[in-house]
């Protein structure tokens, strides 16, 4: 079974570049990511504002047209930067859900749609006049005929299965982010840290890649930094960025404690400017870009300890847990679908 000290080791990088999602897609390589998680604007007609005014974005559009092909050229290179075994996760809701399910059929094909996947949660308001708003759309489609996929697992909730556990099913009933939560950064469509856990780590195999064009403040690479997956973030926002690179910095600090560090005083997960010179703080910048590299060297108590710090609660170390119970019932190696 593979360590996640192993995983960590060989898939400690992260990825942060500012600047137009569509233009940052465009310049990387042709099936190049494992799992493209997108968490776009939802079309809501109006400014998206969190914590502090800096703490938002313009989610108003001309159209419903204008909004659908803004999405339909950011998933047409989605699909060119899959590998043949990739997927990607639209988050979505009932605003746009069922127009975006055609364009990705369009896209990617009928026959590679693997789940609506409905995300529940408690929050939010009501109306008297129709049924509360309490879930929004996860649309998973494969890239080709092969996609990996490791099915994540939950508690069990019936009596004759007490303390055993279950595979999840394509409504995953996670809490959202309330105004108390340790994880919360002020971003306005941030998403907790248990959710995006167990979509990494079902649909991005370990040692892969995980790529976010719309980051936010950085809970997808997060969770894909965390379970040893490398992680590509792209945000507009200089302020989505900075809280990004600071929870993201914050794991690497968390998941390093008790690493040996060299004679020179210079820690492992030393990142590389664009001129060669180490720097120890991992601040390098290229055009925007924010890299961390490194071989991370901690036990699976680390992770834990991280994850928690970030305010992810129980939630997220059932998940790690789970998946570390279905590995060794498992073949070693990734399990693809048909």
């Not at 605003?95 to 609506?116: D, K, P, Q, S, Y």
């Not at 129709?130 to 909730?157: C, M, N, Q, T």
Request: glycine fraction near 10%; proline fraction near 5%.
């Amino acid at each position: 079974m593979r360590s996640i000290r192993a995983a960590l080791r060989d898939s400690a990088t992260w990825t942060l570049e500012r600047g137009e999602a569509l233009s940052r897609l465009r310049a990387r390589p042709d099936a190049s990511v494992d799992l493209i998680y997108m968490d776009p604007p939802f079309c809501t007609g109006r400014v998206r504002r969190g914590r502090t005014r800096a703490d938002g974005f313009d989610d108003r559009w001309q159209s419903r047209a204008a909004y659908l092909a803004f999405m339909r050229d950011h998933l047409r290179e989605a699909h060119r930067l899959l590998k043949p075994t990739g997927s990607v996760l639209v988050h979505c809701d009932v605003r746009t859900c069922h127009h975006l399910w055609i364009e990705l059929e369009a896209i990617f094909g009928v026959e590679r749609a693997v789940n609506h996947v409905i995300w529940s949660y408690g929050l939010g308001g009501s109306s008297p006049r129709g049924f509360a708003r309490k879930h929004d759309d996860i649309l998973f489609f494969a890239r080709g005929p092969s996609h990996w996929f490791e099915p994540p697992r939950v508690p069990s909730r019936s009596v004759r299965m007490a303390g055993a556990s279950k595979k999840a099913t394509d409504v995953l009933d996670i809490p959202a982010i309330n105004n108390m939560a340790l994880e919360r950064t002020g971003w306005p469509s941030q998403k907790p840290l248990a959710l995006l856990t167990m979509l990494v780590g079902a649909c991005c195999p370990p040692g892969g890649t995980m790529l976010d064009p719309f980051c936010g403040s950085g809970t997808s690479l997060v969770a894909a930094r965390a379970l040893g997956r490398g992680a590509v973030g792209f945000d507009r926002s200089p302020r989505a960025i900075e809280l990004a690179r600071r929870r993201l910095r914050a794991l690497d600090a968390e998941l390093c404690k008790g690493a040996a560090v060299p004679k020179n005083g210079t820690p492992h997960d030393r990142a590389v400017t664009h001129d060669g010179a180490a720097t120890r703080d991992g601040a390098a910048t290229r055009d925007g870009a924010a890299t961390r590299k490194g071989g991370v060297h901690c036990e699976r108590e680390g992770v834990e300890r991280a994850l928690s710090s970030s305010g992810a609660g129980s939630g997220v170390k059932r998940a790690l847990r789970s998946r570390k119970r279905s590995r060794a019932a498992a073949a070693v190696g990734a399990t693809t679908v048909a």
